[in-house]
């Protein structure tokens, strides 16, 4: 079984801060993904990941960038949040076809 | 028009009754999953398919690839399976990650 980690869990914060999500695995899956999912909407792809230095963009435009030094951990950035980053953010690895999910932080910019 | 369409969006059923949650996709696929998501936003994949059909428990999943349509079926519903069910599908050798439906809203009632 997978695990995958991401914290917080819950952030609210004020417009202009910087923060950063973070995302670990522990299985040395090489993919690994970003979706964004707002309030009674379906998920959309944001980062993916093919491994260590691997970044790529995905379906959704989004402010936000990730980075990829080791295998096991996606960190997600937001230099300046705003209202409109509110919104639940879920990421993910692979091992084969197979997705696997953290429990996501639900962001909140006031 | 979504690439991946589901129905009904909202379900609400008594306890004991079967359960039938459809999803039509427009675009090819190397697999389709059928994922749970609970009120706390966590995501657990249910089933990855191809082909045919899959059993786990009381739940059961069906792909026609043919024409492009997929069910997951829950026989002997319970409240606790009360969730948002998620279709999502793998692109053959389009961009990476999985393209959702908006998800199903189901209500098992005691």
């Known amino acids: 079984e997978a695990d995958i980690y991401q914290t917080p869990r819950y952030l609210v914060i004020g417009t202009g801060k910087k923060i950063t999500l973070e995302c670990s695995q522990t299985m040395g899956h090489d993919k690994m993904y970003w979706y964004q999912q707002d309030p009674g909407m379906e998920l959309h792809l944001i980062h993916y990941s093919y491994g260590v230095n691997s970044t790529e963009k995905g379906d959704l435009s989004s402010e936000s960038t990730v980075s990829r030094i080791r295998t096991e951990h996606f960190p997600l950035t937001l230099e300046s949040a705003r209202p409109s980053h509110t919104s639940q953010y879920l990421c993910?690895?692979?091992?084969?076809?197979?997705?696997?999910f953290g429990p996501g932080t639900r962001l909140t910019v006031l | 028009k979504n690439e991946v369409e589901q129905s009904p969006q909202n379900l609400t059923a008594q306890e004991g009754e079967f359960i039938t949650i459809n999803c039509s996709y427009s675009v090819g696929i190397s697999a389709l999953h059928w994922l749970q998501q609970h009120p706390g936003g966590g995501i657990v994949s249910l089933f990855m398919?191809?082909?045919g059909k899959k059993k786990h428990g009381r739940l059961i999943a069906t792909i026609n690839i043919q024409e492009k349509h997929s069910s997951l079926h829950i026989t002997a519903s319970h409240p606790r399976d009360s969730a948002v069910y998620i279709c999502a599908v793998s692109h053959i050798g389009g961009a990476d990650g999985l393209t959702f439906g908006k998800g199903t809203h189901l209500i098992i009632q005691p």
């Open positions: 398919l191809s082909s």
């Open positions: 993910a690895s692979t091992w084969g076809p197979e997705q696997f």
